[in-house]
């Protein structure tokens, strides 16, 4: 059977749409002038309805009409007064906008056309030719978001910011090219609509991890569509850079039972969404619903999306937020399920990079390290443990050291580690505010500051927030300076959210998903030029020596660790609660990684000579000599 949605043919455009519960299905067709025509849609015994359409072809914008049981309790929400958006949509003519009538119960609201983007009849693009991934695990993952990236950046013109086509601009890829990224990773760019309680608060969610359509792109920030994605793709590639696109399967933006009816939850509520043996809906996302990615209708619809962008757009891969919902099993997770095994089978998608968020909130939500050798994986012990040393807890170098080499009491295994090192996301204190602040301030989020993560492992250097006195600011740059060496010497693939490489500030919010503002928005005009230099010149280093790229666990041929005196270290000293030096010697490669944790700078003796290396620093030997 050939994919749902809207296909042009000769004389017209076939639509076919999957609601099995339904009764009826109207296909409505709008005008310039926004007058409706409905068509009655026919049923086939798989519970999809199609209709084919004569006269039209791309560029007519539609919506559908459902009716049905009406049963919110019973998991069946069908509504006639409710337009709903075909789930394989490839386009939108607007982005959505929350309004309350949009989650009005049935008979209680108005006709919700006049509120609702339309679909629009696209006649799809030539595949492109499947081109292997450019990005290679063990090099560098940029996190972006497309409107905060751009919108103040100097050198894009005013018209073009805030724009998918903002990133194929020369001063962008320069910039990327300075970083040696292997692939720029996308925050969500598919239409996403606003939790329902942020516009009284006069915020917009900026993040995008609320879609509607896994098909079309958001219209605020791909104007120019599917087009304008592939032109972007192309420009990278051809710069040598790779894209993965963020995306979430784990929930829709229809929410809980409170929330909007705009698409799935109209036409299939019972079969889209997991719901409890009560009939209500299962929330391991805390987003207020689950898709149900079991159900074979789901994975034929997250397959169909992703081979869309790889054979439309070209990109690398994909990014999963809250991973761990594609292997939800009703007995827990399993790295075999259905949809995992699928992804891994498939031709077009089974040599892409495939990373994985490997939790979920739900009961055994916290997968890490178990979704097979094919997957990379955030991995937040990475994080947590890095910062915990450099933050100064006492017993916390065996820890340091295990992460450094790449997590090999997680990725254990022949395939090597499958980390994805990170020290700073989307989500959470940026770099610099890691240092910066020891509590959240996320007052501008209109939660009296209750969202967001309570403990952060950071530490301030001690003054809270901003600070102009000269040694806090000289204390928080060498902090930053060290994590960064830290996050650049590891071994595995390292992922650096924009920004971070010249020390961009949230203000101390930790959860700035509804700062679509300056809050988020790089400010290309502020960037700490001593921090971007020590970036640069770490990513030169990256580049440069193969051996920090590497994705094999080291061995003791491979890599051995030594005191800051040359001795081996010892059982006790890794357990020591005062031990903050060690230094990591890769013979093979001639490299020498030196970690001073301790305030007092210190003198490493290494195979190919000494090394300074100041208080709270990495300094390492390389090939030309030593820096720090």
Same mark, same amino acid.
């Given at each position: 059977?050939?994919?749902?949605?809207?296909?042009?043919?000769?004389?017209?455009?076939?639509?076919?749409?999957?609601?099995?519960?339904?009764?009826?299905? !109207?296909?409505?067709?709008?005008?310039?002038?926004?007058?409706?025509?409905?068509?009655?849609?026919? %049923?086939?015994?798989?519970?999809?309805?199609?209709?084919?359409?004569?006269?039209?072809?791309?560029?007519?914008?539609?919506?559908?009409?459902?009716?049905?049981?009406?049963?919110?309790?019973?998991?069946?929400?069908?509504?006639?007064?409710?337009?709903?958006?075909?789930?394989?949509?490839?386009?939108?003519?607007?982005?959505?906008?929350?309004?309350?009538?949009?989650?009005?119960?049935?008979?209680?609201?108005?006709?919700?056309?006049?509120?609702?983007?339309?679909?629009?009849?696209?006649?799809?693009?030539?595949?492109?030719?499947?081109?292997?991934?450019?990005?290679?695990?063990?090099?560098?993952?940029?996190?972006?978001?497309?409107?905060?990236?751009?919108?103040?950046?100097?050198?894009?013109?005013?018209?073009?910011?805030?724009?998918?086509?903002?990133?194929?601009?020369?001063?962008?890829?320069?910039?990327?090219?300075?970083?040696?990224?292997?692939?720029?990773?996308?925050?969500?760019?598919?239409?996403?609509?606003?939790?329902?309680?942020?516009?009284?608060?006069?915020?917009?969610?900026?993040?995008?991890?609320?879609?509607?359509? !896994?098909?079309?792109?958001?219209?605020?920030?791909?104007?120019?569509?599917?087009?304008?994605?592939?032109?972007?793709?192309?420009?990278?590639?051809?710069?040598?850079?790779?894209?993965?696109?963020?995306?979430?399967?784990?929930?829709?933006?229809?929410?809980?039972?409170?929330?909007?009816?705009?698409?799935?939850?109209?036409?299939?509520? %019972?079969?889209?969404?997991?719901?409890?043996?009560?009939?209500?809906?299962?929330?391991?996302?805390?987003?207020?619903?689950?898709?149900?990615?079991?159900?074979?209708?789901?994975?034929?619809?997250?397959?169909?999306?992703?081979? !869309?962008?790889?054979?439309?757009?070209?990109?690398?891969?994909?990014?999963?937020?809250?991973?761990?919902?594609?292997?939800?099993?009703?007995?827990?997770?399993?790295?075999?399920?259905?949809?995992?095994?699928?992804?891994?089978?498939?031709?077009?998608?089974?040599?892409?990079?495939?990373?994985?968020?490997?939790?979920?909130?739900?009961?055994?939500?916290?997968?890490?390290?178990?979704?097979?050798?094919?997957?990379?994986?955030?991995?937040?012990?990475?994080?947590?443990?890095?910062?915990?040393?450099?933050?100064?807890?006492?017993?916390?170098?065996?820890?340091?050291?295990?992460?450094?080499?790449?997590?090999?009491?997680?990725?254990?295994?022949?395939?090597?580690?499958?980390?994805?090192?990170?020290?700073?996301?989307?989500?959470?204190?940026?770099?610099?505010?890691?240092?910066?602040?020891?509590?959240?301030?996320?007052?501008?989020?209109?939660?009296?500051?209750?969202?967001?993560?309570?403990?952060?492992?950071?530490?301030?250097?001690?003054?809270?927030?901003?600070?102009?006195?000269?040694?806090?600011?000289?204390?928080?740059?060498?902090?930053?300076?060290?994590?960064?060496?830290?996050?650049?010497?590891?071994?595995?693939?390292?992922?650096?959210?924009?920004?971070?490489?010249?020390?961009?500030?949230?203000?101390?919010?930790?959860?700035?998903?509804?700062?679509?503002?300056?809050?988020?928005?790089?400010?290309?005009?502020?960037?700490?030029?001593?921090?971007?230099?020590?970036?640069?010149?770490?990513?030169?280093?990256?580049?440069?020596?193969?051996?920090?790229?590497?994705?094999?666990?080291?061995?003791?041929?491979?890599?051995?660790?030594?005191?800051?005196?040359?001795?081996?270290?010892?059982?006790?000293?890794?357990?020591?609660?005062?031990?903050?030096?060690?230094?990591?010697?890769?013979?093979?490669?001639?490299?020498?990684?030196?970690?001073?944790?301790?305030?007092?700078?210190?003198?490493?003796?290494?195979?190919?000579?000494?090394?300074?290396?100041?208080?709270?620093?990495?300094?390492?030997?390389?090939?030309?000599?030593?820096?720090?």
């Amino acid at each position: 059977m050939r994919r749902p949605g809207p296909a042009v043919e000769p004389g017209g455009v076939r639509f076919t749409v999957r609601a099995p519960d339904a009764s009826a299905l !109207w296909l409505c067709l709008f005008d310039a002038l926004d007058r409706e025509e409905r068509w009655p849609m026919a %049923r086939a015994e798989d519970g999809h309805w199609s209709v084919f359409v004569p006269g039209i072809g791309a560029g007519a914008r539609y919506g559908l009409r459902a009716d049905g049981p009406y049963d919110p309790g019973g998991g069946s929400w069908f509504d006639p007064d409710k337009l709903l958006l075909d789930p394989y949509a490839t386009a939108l003519d607007r982005a959505l906008a929350y309004d309350p009538a949009l989650a009005a119960m049935r008979g209680q609201g108005p006709d919700t056309a006049p509120l609702m983007p339309k679909g629009v009849v696209e006649a799809p693009c030539d595949p492109l030719p499947l081109q292997p991934p450019l990005f290679v695990p063990g090099a560098l993952i940029y996190e972006l978001q497309v409107r905060a990236f751009t919108m103040l950046h100097p050198d894009i013109p005013k018209g073009q910011r805030g724009t998918i086509a903002a990133l194929a601009h020369p001063a962008v890829i320069a910039h990327l090219k300075a970083l040696h990224v292997g692939a720029v990773e996308l925050m969500p760019i598919n239409a996403w609509i606003d939790e329902r309680h942020l516009g009284p608060l006069g915020l917009h969610n900026g993040w995008g991890y609320n879609p509607v359509s !896994w098909f079309a792109l958001d219209p605020r920030i791909a104007p120019g569509g599917m087009a304008e994605l592939r032109d972007t793709v192309a420009a990278l590639r051809a710069a040598g850079i790779g894209v993965i696109l963020d995306m979430v399967y784990n929930h829709n933006g229809e929410g809980d039972a409170m929330g909007p009816t705009l698409s799935l939850r109209g036409l299939d509520a %019972r079969g889209s969404f997991r719901h409890a043996a009560d009939g209500t809906l299962i929330n391991d996302t805390g987003t207020g619903n689950g898709i149900d990615c079991n159900r074979p209708a789901n994975r034929r619809m997250i397959l169909d999306s992703l081979r !869309w962008f790889i054979e439309q757009a070209g990109v690398d891969g994909f990014r999963f937020d809250l991973a761990t919902a594609l292997g939800r099993m009703p007995d827990g997770f399993d790295p075999r399920a259905p949809l995992l095994a699928e992804i891994g089978a498939d031709p077009v998608l089974r040599d892409r990079i495939m990373i994985a968020e490997p939790w979920d909130i739900g009961p055994g939500g916290y997968q890490l390290g178990r979704f097979g050798d094919r997957w990379l994986e955030w991995n937040d012990r990475y994080r947590d443990d890095m910062r915990r040393f450099w933050r100064g807890d006492p017993g916390t170098l065996g820890r340091f050291a295990t992460r450094l080499a790449g997590s090999s009491d997680i990725f254990g295994g022949e395939a090597g580690t499958r980390s994805v090192n990170f020290l700073a996301a989307h989500d959470g204190f940026t770099l610099a505010d890691l240092v910066a602040h020891e509590a959240r301030h996320n007052h501008a989020n209109g939660e009296d500051n209750r969202d967001g993560h309570g403990e952060n492992l950071s530490w301030n250097n001690g003054v809270e927030g901003a600070s102009d006195d000269p040694d806090v600011v000289a204390a928080r740059r060498r902090d930053v300076r060290a994590l960064l060496a830290t996050l650049f010497l590891s071994r595995g693939t390292i992922m650096l959210t924009a920004g971070d490489e010249f020390g961009r500030s949230q203000r101390g919010n930790n959860n700035a998903y509804a700062q679509d503002n300056a809050i988020t928005w790089l400010d290309w005009a502020a960037r700490d030029e001593e921090i971007e230099a020590c970036a640069v010149m770490l990513a030169a280093l990256r580049a440069r020596v193969a051996a920090l790229r590497d994705t094999a666990l080291l061995t003791p041929d491979t890599g051995c660790w030594s005191d800051e005196g040359g001795a081996p270290m010892t059982p006790e000293r890794w357990e020591a609660a005062d031990a903050r030096r060690v230094a990591l010697c890769l013979p093979q490669a001639a490299v020498a990684i030196c970690v001073n944790g301790a305030d007092e700078p210190c003198v490493f003796k290494t195979a190919w000579g000494d090394i300074g290396v100041a208080g709270r620093a990495v300094g390492w030997i390389a090939h030309p000599p030593a820096r720090s």
